[in-house]
T-cell receptor, first 112, second 114 residues
Framework: DTGVSQDPRHKITKRGQNVTFRCDPISEHNRLYWYRQTLGQGPEFLTY????????KSRLLSDRFSAERPKGSFSTLEIQRTEQGDSAMYLC??????????FGPGTRLTVL | GENVEQHPSTLSVQEGDSAVIKCTYS??????FPWYKQELGKRPQLIIDIRSNVGEKKDQRIAVTLNKTAKHFSLHITETQPEDSAVYFCAVNSGGYGNNRLAFGKGNQVVVIP
C-alpha cells in the first residue's frame, strides 16, 4: 500500500496522559499536514510541514500539542496532558507542493 | 479566518436523479477548491477539484462549477447511485498564494434512495 498510513488507528487514554501519533506520507510528497475532525464537522487544520520545516501552526492549537518531521519523511504529533476535549479523529494528509492532499485513515483518540 | 459554508446540510435524492451541493467561502485570495467524499468510518477522498483559472470541470458523473466573483462553487452529481451516499466536504485553500492549508465546510450528508 503506497498511500498515507497512520499509527495507531485507535488510542484510548486517561486524562492527563501524553499520547503520540505517527504519520507516514506518500513517499515522494514533500508536504505533510495534520488535521483534527470531530463528529459532524469537517477536518480542522492543525499544522503543516514542507520537508522538515514546520511552516504553519493553527492559532487554535494549544501549547500542549507539538509536531515534528525530523527527516522530512514521517511525522509525529504529540499531545501532552490530554483533556477530554482532545477526543477526536486526527487525520494526516500529504501532497507534492500544492497538488492534491491525500488523507490517511486517521487515529481516533478517546480521552477518558 | 476563512469561513466556508455548505448548503443544504442534508440532501435526499432518488436514485438516478441529480444532486447539487453549494459551497460559499469568504477569502477572495483562495484559488483552489476541492471536494472530498467521506464514507462512515473512512478517510476523506478527493473526488474532484478546480482551480480559479477555470470555471467548470467534469469527470464522468461528477462536475464542479466555480463563480469566483460571487465566491461560491458547486458540486454536481448526475445519475446518482446508492454508492454515492456519503458526506461530502468542500474545502478552500487559505493563507495566501502558495499556501495549501485547507479550510473545510461542515459537510453535506447525501442520501440516495434506491
Amino acid at each position: 500500500d503506497t498511500g498515507v498510513s497512520q499509527d495507531p488507528r485507535h488510542k484510548i487514554t486517561k486524562r492527563g496522559q501524553n499520547v503520540t501519533f505517527r504519520c507516514d506520507p506518500i513517499s515522494e510528497h514533500n508536504r505533510l499536514y495534520w488535521y483534527r475532525q470531530t463528529l459532524g464537522q469537517g477536518p480542522e487544520f492543525l499544522t503543516y510541514f514542507q520537508n522538515e520545516a514546520q511552516l504553519e501552526k493553527s492559532r487554535l492549537l494549544s501549547d500542549r500539542f507539538s509536531a515534528e518531521r525530523p527527516k522530512g519523511s514521517f511525522s509525529t504529533l504529540e499531545i501532552q496532558r490530554t483533556e477530554q476535549g482532545d477526543s477526536a479523529m486526527y487525520l494526516c494528509a500529504s501532497s507534492f507542493g500544492e497538488d492534491t492532499q491525500y488523507f490517511g485513515p486517521g487515529t481516533r483518540l478517546t480521552v477518558l | 479566518g476563512e469561513n466556508v459554508e455548505q448548503h443544504p446540510s442534508t440532501l435526499s435524492v432518488q436514485e438516478g436523479d441529480s444532486a447539487v451541493i453549494k459551497c460559499t467561502y469568504s477569502d477572495s485570495a483562495s484559488n483552489y477548491f476541492p471536494w472530498y467524499k467521506q464514507e462512515l468510518g473512512k478517510r476523506p477522498q478527493l473526488i474532484i477539484d478546480i482551480r480559479s483559472n477555470v470555471g467548470e470541470k467534469k469527470d464522468q458523473r461528477i462536475a464542479v462549477t466555480l463563480n469566483k466573483t460571487a465566491k461560491h462553487f458547486s458540486l454536481h452529481i448526475t445519475e446518482t447511485q446508492p454508492e454515492d451516499s456519503a458526506v461530502y466536504f468542500c474545502a478552500v485553500n487559505s493563507g495566501g498564494y502558495g499556501n495549501n492549508r485547507l479550510a473545510f465546510g461542515k459537510g453535506n450528508q447525501v442520501v440516495v434512495i434506491p
